[in-house]
């Protein structure tokens, strides 16, 4: 038992696995999103007059106008731009060094020839998580065929729980960080609502004081709702773009782990007569 545990051990993960500690990404994100809206946007040269409670001279002044959420709404298109760098790098380096759609043909074919010492090298020169799913799935086919003991039924079932066992182990790799992605798809829609809705409630507040003295409050409402609705739909937009980006990437990796698995369980139903 412990030797079969041994070979279906897959092989330890090398490159850049990701940041496990995302929170980290976003109270830095947070720092810089408030340092921008603050120091960048809210600068007195943006200001006619120098005031920023004053009319704003450029578009820096404009967007500073929207508020606090801007800053709230700047961390989570910082956020949302950093994960994506960092997932980048992830699946890059869980991908592989080769391509893979190369790698995944030459691996069926040396596994249908049952050419394992040379699939293996192909893996260790591939490395990634397709190739340390493909080392285990190898490793257990060549243990259950010296094993007299088990039914072929019963080697092929051993095959397959390998492999998945192996997927189980790099799909977290894959898809760390990716949820929260996909959170601040729907938060910075709904930061831009709230964003909007305090700049009207500014400018109605505005209106029900009545007289000429109050428009600029009420052209300061309104361009702070604009401005949070135009800045939250961007980072609802971004976040969408990476979040389908990166799950079409894992989607393919998945795929060419499922095809390789497959190959390698139907290559030993073929080349086994035994019951």
Known sequence: MATTQK?????????????????????LCACAGYGVWYFVMG??????????TGHPA????????????????LTLLFTVVCL????????????????????TAQAKALVKEQKFAEADALCDKMQGSVANVVKASI??????EGDSTLKKAAKIAKIQQAHEEATQLEMPTLQMNLPMVATIVSLGTLTALFGTVL???GSFQALSAGGGADSM????GISEALVNTASGILTSWVATVVYNFFSNKIDKLTFALDE????????????HNEA
Do not use: C, H
Not at 139 to 144: F, L, P
Not at 217 to 220: F, K, N, Q, R
């Open 7 to 27: 070979a279906a051990a897959p092989a330890k993960k090398s490159g850049f696995g990701g940041i496990k500690d995302a929170w980290i990404i976003l109270v």
């Open 43 to 52: 600068d007195p040269d943006n200001f006619i007059g120098g005031d920023r």
């Open 58 to 73: 450029n578009l820096l002044g404009t967007v500073y106008k929207g508020g606090f959420v801007v800053g709230l709404i």
């Open 84 to 103: 994506g760098i960092e997932r980048f790098f992830a699946i890059k380096s869980a991908s592989g060094k080769m391509n893979l759609a190369k790698f």
């Open 139 to 144: 490793k257990m086919y060549q243990t259950v």
């Open 199 to 201: 700049g009207m409630i």
């Open 217 to 220: 409050a009420l052209s300061a």
């Open 260 to 271: 390789i698995g497959y190959t390698i369980a139907a290559t030993y139903d073929s080349n």
